[in-house]
């Protein structure tokens, strides 16, 4: 019984290593600060090529 336990929680952190990367809440509050300051700027100007 002892064994039978030891395996399901050596599952259980296996399983959340995979679930936090895949994850982007938390790279994602990370990457929209760097990008409002690129693209917002890009994107609010008219003479962009890109925005027409």
């Keep these: ?3 039978t336990k030891t ?3 050596t599952n259980t952190p296996s399983t959340v ?4 990367f895949s994850h982007p809440a938390a790279e994602i509050p ?3 600060p760097q990008l409002r ?3 917002f ?3 609010e100007s ?3 090529p890109d925005n027409s």
């Design 1 to 3: 019984m002892t064994p």
């Design 7 to 9: 395996e399901p929680t």
């Design 17 to 20: 290593h995979p679930v936090v």
């Design 30 to 32: 990370a990457v929209p």
């Design 37 to 39: 300051g690129t693209p």
């Design 41 to 43: 700027p890009r994107f």
């Design 46 to 48: 008219p003479s962009t």
